[in-house]
């Protein structure tokens, strides 16, 4: 099959984060490429929201929960639109995907191949009914990770050949860097002092508690956070922050659909995750801005930061740690924009957008092809 794809995205999450968004992403993209692409996700979630703004058309459905009202909304809706793939994003989706296939098979229906996007280092269960999941219902999986890939071809016996790793693109010619000052003047940040930052959902795992109990180990008692993005440990971390009193030197910005600007502004980005990454998209995007790094090795982080050559890369969970390698960026700017610029080197002709189309693309038409042979 080599003309015009049709695909259905789904997502049972109500989430806000990379992962909604790599999905959009990835749909406009094919959208702009000439392929007919549809998101089905759970009523009430943000992404519903979303996606007008990304223009890719999106349906509410009831698939926020494994119920079978869900399965059945899920087969009548594939057999009035039919698709070549459905391309589940969360475990919810995945399992009323697959049980819609087989019930569109069974009543003598098309069903669509259906493909696995597993974004996060989250374990597999490893039991009869997952292994059916993944080694049957499953045409292909992919991962936004090596070590995500990795992972599920050792712990949970998957067949190498049907894995992909397919890591989020970025769009080179948006997060290219850009003036500083500009920024900072535009968000009404402070001017005159370094700024540290983090864009990410407000989640446990992302650790930003061992980011704002840095600050207070800081050299550089001028430096001011900025945390951009919100999420459930909000009012966990505004209370942290009154505690360390530190008020006066974090800002907390909220969710942001503009986030160049935000990076742009920072001096050093910093995302001290300590589980559940793939290659995250918002350290990824703060290199592509050429903005010097402070990470961990969780997950497939290590795919794009290696120590002392495009990121600093620090012990997880550890505030000392994170504030030690904050104030060497800081202190020697000049070998901070070295290692910016040598980050920026490594990802922009590895992580592209284009070049995360192209694999989705060969992904998609592959599992067509191996599901037409049987």
């Not at 890719?56 to 009202?69: E, F, Q, S, Y």
């Not at 530190?246 to 909220?254: C, D, I, N, P």
């Not at 600007?261 to 001290?272: E, I, K, Q, T």
Request: net charge positive; proline share 5%.
């Amino acid at each position: 099959m080599n003309g015009p794809l049709s695909i259905a995205h789904t997502e049972s999450s109500l989430g806000w984060g990379g992962q909604e968004i790599r999905t959009l992403t990835e749909a406009a993209g094919f959208i702009r490429r000439g392929h007919r692409v549809v998101v089905y996700a759970a009523a009430g979630a943000r992404i519903v929201a979303e996606a007008p703004r990304f223009g890719v058309p999106i349906v509410a459905l009831p698939i926020g929960r494994k119920r079978l009202r869900g399965v059945r909304s899920l087969v009548a809706t594939l057999a009035r639109n039919p698709v070549d793939i459905v391309n589940a994003h969360s475990s919810t989706d995945a399992w009323l995907d697959a049980l819609a296939c087989v019930w569109l098979e069974r009543t003598r229906r098309a069903a669509p191949v259906l493909v696995r996007t597993r974004h996060v280092s989250i374990p597999v269960p490893n039991d009869r009914a997952t292994r059916w999941l993944y080694r049957r219902a499953t045409a292909r999986v992919v991962t936004t990770g090596l070590a995500l890939r990795e992972q599920l071809i050792r712990d949970n016996g998957l067949d190498a050949a049907r894995v992909d790793s397919v890591p989020t693109g970025i769009d080179a010619a948006l997060f290219a860097p850009i003036s500083s000052e500009r920024a900072r003047h535009e968000l009404a940040l402070p001017q005159a002092v370094p700024l540290v930052g983090i864009i990410a959902t407000l989640r446990s795992w992302k650790g930003h508690r061992y980011l704002i109990d840095a600050m207070q180990h800081l050299r550089n008692a001028d430096a001011h956070l900025v945390i951009v993005g919100d999420g459930p440990q909000r009012a966990a971390l505004e209370a942290q922050v009154d505690r360390l009193a530190l008020r006066g030197r974090v800002t907390f910005a909220g969710q942001q659909d503009d986030v160049v600007r935000w990076l742009g502004a920072l001096d050093v980005f910093v995302l001290p995750s300590y589980a559940n990454e793939g290659v995250p998209q918002a350290l990824l995007q703060a290199m592509f801005a050429a903005i010097p790094c402070v990470t961990t090795d969780a997950g497939a982080i290590p795919e794009i930061a290696r120590d002392g050559d495009t990121a600093r890369v620090v012990p997880r969970e550890d505030a000392q740690a994170l504030a030690a390698a904050i104030d060497a960026l800081l202190a020697d700017r000049n070998a901070g924009a070295r290692l910016a610029q040598r980050a920026r080197e490594h990802v922009v002709p590895r992580f592209g957008l284009d070049l995360m189309l192209d694999r989705m693309e060969r992904v998609f038409r592959t599992a067509l092809a191996e599901s037409a042979r049987g």
